[in-house]
């Protein structure tokens, strides 16, 4: 997934999906905390992969990947491309009004608007950019 969305929260904690992330994240997906102050949200076929994953785990590890299940919601998209956010998620990332999808990969994660100018100030500089594509080997 890519790109970037600049999207409002409804009063009752709706979120408009980009049509273009809804294509990918389909119908029905998944919602969860991240481990930055944001959601991630995984289409059913890669929220399958990633459970499988940690099915997979030893029992020690799988209780670490509990926040991660308990607070995660099966979104539907309704008939005006819609999904309703849980309070807890958007208590977790800020989300009050304006937010920011943003496409990374296989995911798509939610931010309150103004903590991803800050993240992405941090992020888009020549150095940071340069040690991405060198770890990439480009």
């Known amino acids: 997934m890519t790109g970037e969305y600049f999207h409002t929260l409804d009063a009752k904690g709706r979120l408009a ?3 273009r992330l809804r294509d990918e994240l389909g ?3 998944y919602v969860t905390l991240s481990m930055d102050r944001c959601l991630s949200a995984y289409s059913s076929e890669s929220w399958q992969s ?3 994953k940690v099915d997979a785990m030893p029992f020690v590890k799988q209780r670490k990947m509990r926040p991660l299940f308990a ?3 099966r979104c539907e998209v309704d008939a005006a491309g819609r999904i309703l956010l849980p309070q807890n998620l958007r208590e977790y990332a ?3 009004k304006d937010v920011t999808v943003v496409g990374c990969n296989n995911h798509a994660e939610l931010w309150d608007s103004e903590s ?3 993240q992405q100030s941090s992020e ?3 150095e940071n950019i340069a040690a991405v594509m060198e770890e990439l080997e480009f």
Do not use: H
């Open 17 to 19: 999906v980009p049509s």
């Open 27 to 29: 119908s029905v997906f």
């Open 50 to 52: 990633f459970s499988d």
């Open 71 to 73: 607070f995660a919601a």
């Open 94 to 96: 800020g989300l009050t």
């Open 116 to 118: 991803w100018q800050k």
């Open 124 to 126: 888009m500089t020549p």
